[in-house]
C-alpha cells in the first residue's frame, strides 16, 4: 500500500459490538495491507471472514509484544505495510500496541492511526454527565486493596471518572465506590454497548449498586462505569480552626474518622474537610 521504500503502520479499530459500525476507510486499510496484526487471530479472524478479508494475521498481545515489535519493524522496513487491530474498539486504548507504536516514532516509520469505534467514548458521550473534563481510568486494579487504594486517589478529582470493569468483580467494584465516594455521587453504568442487550443504568452510586444487585442480567457483558466528579470545595467556606484540628487529629486518626470528628467540633461539613485534606496530600 505504501509507494515508500518504507511501509507504514495502520492503527486500525474494530468494531465494539454492532459489526456494522466499522468505517469504509478501515475496510480499505485491512484489505490493501500486506498483513495484519491482532490481539486475537482466532477472534479478529471470524471478523475478516465477515468482512472477507484475506490477509495474513498474526498475532500481537500483551505477552509478545516487546518480541514482535522488532520482527514487525523489520518487516515495515522491507516496505511492508501493516495493520494493528485488538479484540473490539481502538487499540492501545487498554489494549496492546504502545510499545511497538514508540518503537516505530523511533525508528522514522510512518505511523497512521484510523479514528472509529471506541467504548469510553461511546459511553461517555451517552452517559450524560459532564464530558468538558473527564480523565479516562482504564481498569481498577484486580486486587480489592490496590482497588480501593487507587480509588481513594481519585475521590477529590474534580472531574467526571471513565473505568472499564469485568462483569465478575463488578459487584466488588460497586461496594468499594460506595466505601471511598460514598454513595451519593452520580454515577453510570453503560453495559453491552451497541450490541442487542445494551443498556445505560443511571443514578447514584448506591441506586446503581442496587440496580445491579437485584438483576443479574445487569453482571454480564462488557462494561464502562462513568462517575461524577467530587463537587468543588470553596476554601473560603471552611472554618480555618476546622482544618487545624482535623490536621492534629489526622496524627491519631484514620482521615474519614478524623475529619467526622473535626465536623462535629465545628459544626463543619464532613465531606468538606475530607476532601480538602485529600486536596493537600496531592499538593
Given at each position: 500500500?505504501?509507494?515508500?521504500?518504507?511501509?507504514?503502520l495502520?492503527?486500525?479499530?474494530?468494531?465494539?459490538?454492532?459489526?456494522?459500525?466499522?468505517?469504509?476507510?478501515a475496510?480499505?486499510?485491512?484489505?490493501?495491507?500486506?498483513?495484519i496484526?491482532?490481539?486475537?487471530?482466532?477472534?479478529?479472524?471470524?471478523?475478516?471472514q465477515?468482512?472477507?478479508?484475506r490477509?495474513?494475521?498474526?498475532?500481537?498481545?500483551?505477552?509478545n509484544?516487546?518480541?514482535r515489535?522488532e520482527?514487525?519493524?523489520?518487516?515495515?522496513?522491507?516496505?511492508?505495510?501493516?495493520?494493528?487491530?485488538?479484540?473490539?474498539?481502538?487499540?492501545?486504548?487498554?489494549?496492546?500496541?504502545?510499545?511497538?507504536?514508540?518503537?516505530?516514532r523511533?525508528?522514522?516509520?510512518?505511523?497512521?492511526?484510523?479514528?472509529?469505534?471506541?467504548?469510553?467514548?461511546?459511553?461517555?458521550s451517552?452517559?450524560?454527565?459532564?464530558?468538558?473534563?473527564?480523565s479516562?481510568?482504564?481498569?481498577?486494579?484486580?486486587?480489592?486493596?490496590?482497588?480501593?487504594?487507587?480509588?481513594?486517589?481519585?475521590?477529590?478529582?474534580t472531574?467526571?471518572?471513565?473505568?472499564?470493569e469485568?462483569?465478575h468483580r463488578i459487584?466488588?467494584?460497586?461496594?468499594d465506590?460506595?466505601?471511598?465516594?460514598?454513595s451519593?455521587?452520580p454515577?453510570?453504568?453503560?453495559?453491552e454497548?451497541?450490541?442487542?442487550?445494551?443498556?445505560?443504568?443511571?443514578?447514584?452510586?448506591?441506586?446503581?449498586?442496587q440496580?445491579?444487585?437485584?438483576?443479574?442480567n445487569?453482571?454480564?457483558?462488557?462494561?464502562?462505569?462513568?462517575?461524577?466528579?467530587?463537587?468543588e470545595?470553596?476554601?473560603?467556606?471552611?472554618?480555618p480552626?476546622?482544618?487545624?484540628?482535623?490536621?492534629?487529629?489526622?496524627?491519631e486518626?484514620?482521615?474519614?474518622?478524623?475529619a467526622?470528628?473535626?465536623?462535629?467540633?465545628?459544626?463543619?461539613?464532613?465531606?468538606?474537610?475530607?476532601?480538602?485534606?485529600?486536596?493537600?496530600?496531592?499538593?
Amino acid at each position: 500500500m505504501s509507494t515508500d521504500n518504507v511501509g507504514c503502520l495502520y492503527i486500525v479499530p474494530t468494531p465494539i459490538g454492532n459489526l456494522a459500525d466499522i468505517t469504509e476507510r478501515a475496510i480499505t486499510v485491512l484489505r490493501s495491507c500486506d498483513a495484519i496484526a491482532a490481539e486475537d487471530t482466532r477472534h479478529s479472524g471470524q471478523l475478516m471472514q465477515h468482512l472477507g478479508i484475506r490477509a495474513t494475521l498474526f498475532a500481537l498481545h500483551e505477552h509478545n509484544e516487546r518480541q514482535r515489535a522488532e520482527q514487525v519493524i523489520e518487516r515495515l522496513q522491507r516496505g511492508e505495510s501493516i495493520a494493528l487491530i485488538s479484540d473490539a474498539g481502538t487499540p492501545l486504548i487498554s489494549d496492546p500496541g504502545y510499545v511497538l507504536v514508540q518503537q516505530c516514532r523511533q525508528a522514522g516509520i510512518k505511523v497512521i492511526a484510523l479514528p472509529g469505534a471506541c467504548a469510553f467514548v461511546t459511553a461517555l458521550s451517552g452517559a450524560g454527565l459532564p464530558t468538558d473534563r473527564f480523565s479516562f481510568e482504564g481498569f481498577l486494579p484486580a486486587k480489592p486493596q490496590q482497588r480501593r487504594k487507587r480509588l481513594e486517589q481519585l475521590v477529590s478529582d474534580t472531574r467526571t471518572l471513565v473505568f472499564y470493569e469485568s462483569p465478575h468483580r463488578i459487584t466488588d467494584t460497586l461496594a468499594d465506590l460506595m466505601t471511598t465516594v460514598g454513595s451519593e455521587r452520580p454515577l453510570v453504568l453503560a453495559r453491552e454497548l451497541t450490541k442487542q442487550f445494551e443498556t445505560y443504568l443511571t443514578g447514584t452510586v448506591a441506586e446503581v449498586q442496587q440496580q445491579v444487585l437485584s438483576d443479574s442480567n445487569q453482571q454480564r457483558g462488557e462494561m464502562v462505569l462513568i462517575l461524577g466528579g467530587a463537587p468543588e470545595v470553596e476554601h473560603d467556606d471552611v472554618n480555618p480552626a476546622a482544618l487545624r484540628t482535623l490536621n492534629l487529629l489526622r496524627n491519631e486518626l484514620p482521615l474519614k474518622k478524623a475529619a467526622a470528628l473535626a465536623a462535629e467540633i465545628h459544626g463543619a461539613r464532613k465531606n468538606t474537610l475530607y476532601q480538602l485534606a485529600l486536596e493537600q496530600d496531592n499538593q
